[in-house]
Structures are given as structure tokens and as C-alpha cells.
């Protein structure tokens, strides 16, 4: 082979591995800078973990945390009442606090509802709390009644002919 043509071979195949080497150096360069603008793509979450982040962030700011509005805790939707925070604390925990006040129950089956939980769902023993929570449940969530409806009062009745 001519010694120019080798030379030439030699230049392309540098050309080609500098060329290569730049591509490699591009990628990186690429990958590093969306990994830096998005961090959470390297933590691999599961979706429970997810769907957790997601739950935390949509937990109001600070300053609404507590925050009641119309005689209405907004964070829970309970009612505003003498024990509103034992129940927040002790109840909103597990479950949904829509759980709680879409059953409306007489003091004897809120305190077996609670027995149950305690004895099938790891319900911790609330102590003295327990009486302040089933007062405010008692009070604020109580029974609807489904009986016949009072009777009419100040009535002019009228004889049928
Ligand atoms: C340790 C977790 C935990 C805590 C704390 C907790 N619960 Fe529950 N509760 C559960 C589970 C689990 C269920 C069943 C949920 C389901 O069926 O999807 C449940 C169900 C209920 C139900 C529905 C019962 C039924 O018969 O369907 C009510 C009402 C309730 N809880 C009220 C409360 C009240 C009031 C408190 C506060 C004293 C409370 N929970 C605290 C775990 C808990």
C-alpha cells in the first residue's frame, strides 16, 4: 500500500475514534444533566411509596393544617366540637375520617365498633380519651332516627260528609 493512502486510512479511523469518544462524552453529559433536573428518577419508588408521597403532598400547609372553616375541621370534615382533636388524633389515623362519620351510632355500638378495632385492627387503648372521643361521636354523629314521624300538631281536621 502507498504510504498516503495508509495515511489517510490512519486519519479517518482517529476521526472516527475521536468522533466516538465525543458521543460517549454527549450521552454522559445528556444523562447527567436530567438526572440533575429530575432526582427522583434515580430512586426506583414502588407504588405504594408513591401513592404515600402523593398523600403527604397534598397534606395542606402548615398554616391550614388545623384550620376550621363553617364549624368544620377542613383537613377531616368533622364537625368542630368538644374533642375534635382527640378524634382527628385517634381516629384519622387508619382510615378515612368519612369512615367515622358515615356511621352514625348510639354510644353502645360506637364502644364496640371501637372494641372491634381494637381486638382485629391493632386499635391502640385510648384510656381516658376513649370517653371523650364517644361523647363527641355520641354528640355531633348520633343515630339518625327512621321511627314514624311526630305527630301533627295544630291541626283544624274537617269532617267528611
Ligand atoms: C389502628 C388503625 C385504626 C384506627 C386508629 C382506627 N380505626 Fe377504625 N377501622 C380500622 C380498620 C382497619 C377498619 C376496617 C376498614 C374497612 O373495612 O375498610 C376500621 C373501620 C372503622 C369503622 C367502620 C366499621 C364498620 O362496621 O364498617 C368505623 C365507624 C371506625 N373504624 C371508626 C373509628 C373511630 C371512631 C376511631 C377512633 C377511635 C378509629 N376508627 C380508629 C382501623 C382503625
Known amino acids: ?36 433536573s429530575n432526582p427522583q428518577l434515580l430512586v426506583k419508588s414502588k407504588p405504594g411509596v408513591q401513592a404515600l408521597n402523593e398523600g403527604y403532598s397534598s397534606v ?51 364502644i364496640s365498633t371501637i372494641r372491634w378495632m381494637q381486638e382485629t385492627q391493632n386499635l391502640w387503648d385510648l384510656g381516658p380519651n376513649e370517653e371523650i372521643i364517644v361523647n363527641y361521636l355520641v354528640t355531633n354523629y348520633p343515630p339518625t332516627k327512621k321511627g314514624r314521624r311526630e305527630n301533627l300538631k295544630d291541626i283544624e281536621w274537617y269532617t267528611l260528609n
Open 60 to 110: 395542606p400547609a402548615e398554616d391550614d393544617y388545623d384550620k376550621i372553616e363553617n364549624g368544620i375541621h377542613v383537613r377531616t370534615g368533622l364537625v368542630d366540637a368538644e374533642g375534635l382533636m382527640t378524634v382527628v388524633n385517634n381516629c384519622t389515623n387508619c382510615h378515612s375520617a368519612k369512615l367515622v362519620t358515615q356511621n352514625k351510632m348510639n354510644e353502645e355500638r360506637w
Open 1 to 36: 500500500m502507498e504510504d498516503q493512502t495508509k495515511f489517510k486510512l490512519q486519519v479517518k479511523a482517529i476521526y472516527r475514534m475521536l468522533l466516538g469518544i465525543f458521543g460517549i462524552f454527549a450521552i454522559a453529559a445528556f444523562t447527567i444533566l436530567v438526572l440533575l
